[in-house]
């Protein structure tokens, strides 16, 4: 993948977590766990993905398998099974299939485009970065009452609380926000080719990146999506393997603006929210009625 040399992304050593990372005193999530099972509750279906205790209490994050809206609910009162034949013929099992057939090599897995919607997707990450955010972007989402995938990492978060702040109150303003976890330190070498950058740094522990971004995110009020993208959309096959046996769904893009990728009817475009790109900021808001006219999209109707 090419790799614009003046966006500026946080550098880390890939096994030294921040201090607040490394667990608080007595932490708001404790037994976090991958599980998968098919569960009734609140009038309706959903698929159990993750089971924990929050304050104590047993929760889980569930997903709706036809609308993909994923929620945090007490464990008391679902009733679980193992997984149906049927669910490989919902939204969700249909997206998980197509994420898991499709080729790549270190760069772009997953999704990256609908192949059936002809509306374009917007999808912004927010890397670690000193800078503050892009708050007319955000501004004009709101406004519009666009649909917006926002990719979020966990040192993005602990560092801009006023932001996200602001970014929270996208759906009330009309703007639904689907959150994407874009890991917990988004690990990154600037020294290094793509291709043993990100993810593939020596040392990277995927479980704590994937697993303690989705904490990260619970305990600062957001309901992770089944959407994780990988830093620098850079992975393994392996890497994207164990993110699908999480129940997530790896999303790409194939139209990241600042690398002069042109959006298409199905495109899924990115943009960085965080200031380090705003030469993708200025060819979002210059192309801007061509992607009007093909209309904006929620990410669960890939
Ligand atoms: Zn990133």
Redesign the pocket.
Known sequence: MKHLPWIL?FSLQAHALPSFMQGPESPQIQDYQVTQAQCSGLRQDWILIRQFKFHGVGMGLAVNPQSLATNILPLRGLHCNALSSHFSQTNYGRLLTLARGRDFEQDNAGVTRSPLNPHVFLTT?L?PSSKVFEKDFYEWVRDHKTPIAI?I?GLWIQEHPEELKVLKELPSAGAPVTWVN?SLT?PYDRALPDGKNFFLLLGVDVREEVLGNEQTMIENGLTPSVFFRF??LISSRAMADQILAWNLIPLGADAWLALDQKARPGSIILVHGNGNEPRGIHLFFQDLPDFLKMGFDSLSRL
Do not use: A, E, V, W
């Open positions: 992304f990450d890397c990719s990492s874009h988004h830093p620098g």
